[in-house]
């Protein structure tokens, strides 16, 4: 099938309008099937801009090193281009919608000279389900393309389901590199310069135009532009939830099972508990989603979550048999790695793989790496933002359940960062509202996942959205009351929980081991839903009892005593910051019920002092 089968007028004539503007040199549908993906990725690979590796060690799979420049999501060249300012709100970055589509019409006028425009008909969500969104997206990449295809449902059936008018959330990209007569990439990853990239939403129209980046959540645009800012202003106005959270289920000795979500800033660790391996004997994890799980409620009166995604775009470094044994599974076929070091017989390599580097590699900036441990300076062989784009029903701990289109009743939801300090390894809140409160505060370390914010530093990031809010966070704030205010049965919401992984001691070793032993939080939750878990009530809210969650080895009672403790200074420095800092950002939009929750943890904790 090719774009002249299409039947859906409307879409048809705005493909004409986008390749007048664009002025492609030919123009191909991304019909899904598995022999356009090989031809794909076998002229990719002979153009030079991959690299095929060795089918004995890794079938199907390749590696693409991007350019330098062009690592990561790009926050400050993101924008909510909502008619009013307001609606954007204080996080987000915000141009006039006019404006902004005049100056990227600019930028689009001519910019596939010399490329290949791509149509790719995508669904959010199990084809046909009445949770799912679909979105059409066109762009000049065929890397795009092959990993739209594992991240999404891609094809002619999606088309099919469009039928001759269905509704579609129409998505330009362009890498922002048009070809002079005769010029060639020369297997260099094209992009365009920083001041010419924009990530842009326009909430309103739900259109996303993208411009000058070819990396992750820029670019493979039903992820963070569609699934999160697209759907979180679909989600206001229908009354669910779109969230940057896992979706896992976990099991107990006895055989009952639950699902839990999670949302984590990114790098913060959602892809690891999502397909965690718990080290408590008799207790079982599997993984429904590991990045955005899309939240309504069922007739019944539960929460259900589905994960709109069919694919893992992970980070690499980190990832080994002791860490994370399921994502490198799910990773050693079919997959794309982006930024990872190559061996010289055409493995991958990086960071934290779990073993040191064979020989001489390539490094993620196609230089020739060998490694030194004596030498402390050295830069990484993959990037600390490096990926690997795997297919979801790869991994051997994915559930039965993960393409359910009703989705899964959620039993718990966990809010988490990057804490060293303060925030104890787990706390409860009393009831749904003061979850959306501790939603609100949640802090972390920065990390590599965003180009241009400094890693390292801590920075509020509300329900691990500030990225990711198509609207103004305030009101997003607003949105998780009412729908707590909305459930049909306040009983049947789930419980909300604040988890840190990621406490250190003074000499900034970790103090809990974190991964697989994640599993013993995770099964305190789980007592905490049927109502046999030891707990005290605490001025921060709802803590086990120092006996209540087994150790680990290596972890001694006063470890476990620190994990456990309310820092009673340390939390009203905390509160400090949020009221001067955090909550005042929000003006008349911060939800009056959350600033009394504020007002009530300082009371508590000063009480308690
Ligand atoms: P995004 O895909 O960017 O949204 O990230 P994510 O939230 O899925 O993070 P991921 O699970 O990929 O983890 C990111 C980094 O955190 C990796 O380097 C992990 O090794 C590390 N990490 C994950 N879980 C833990 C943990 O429990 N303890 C510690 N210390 N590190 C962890
Ligand atoms: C994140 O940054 O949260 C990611 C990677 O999951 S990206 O798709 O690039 O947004
Ligand atoms: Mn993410």
Redesign the pocket.
Known sequence: MNVNDIKHAGLKKWIEDFAALTNPDEIILADGSSAQYDELIDQQVAAGYATRLNPAKKPGCVAYNSDPSDVARVEKRTYISSVKQEDAGPTNNWMDPTQLKKEMTDLYRGCMKGRTMYIIPFSMGPLGSPISKIGVEITDSAYVVANMMIMTRVGVKVLELLGTDGYYVPCYHSVGKPLAEGESDNGKWPCAAMEHKYISHFPETREIWSYGSGYGGNALLGKKCLALRIATVLARDEGWLAEHMLILKITSPEGKSRFVTGA?P???????LAMLIPTIPGWKVETVG??IAWMKFGSDGQLYAINPEAGF???A???SDD?NRNALIAASSNTIFTNVGVTEDKDIWWE?IGYDAPGKLIDWNDNEWVQDKTDKTQKPAAHPNARFTAPAVQCPSIAAEWEDPKGVPVSAILFGGRRPKTIPLVHQSHDWAHGVFLGSIVGSEVTA?ALDVKAGTIRRDPFAMLPFCGYNMGDYFQHWLDVGHAAPDAEKLPKIFYVN??RKTAEGK?LWP??GE?SRVLKWVFERCEGTAKFVDTPIGIMPTIDAIDRPEGVTEEDMKELLAVDLDGWINEVEDIRTNHYPKFGNHLPKELAVFLDTLESNLKAAK
């Open positions: 984590f990114s790098a913060c660790g959602k892809t690891n590991d990045d775009f992970g980070v470094p980190g990832t860490s934290g996942a992984w990621f970790w974190g991964y994640n």
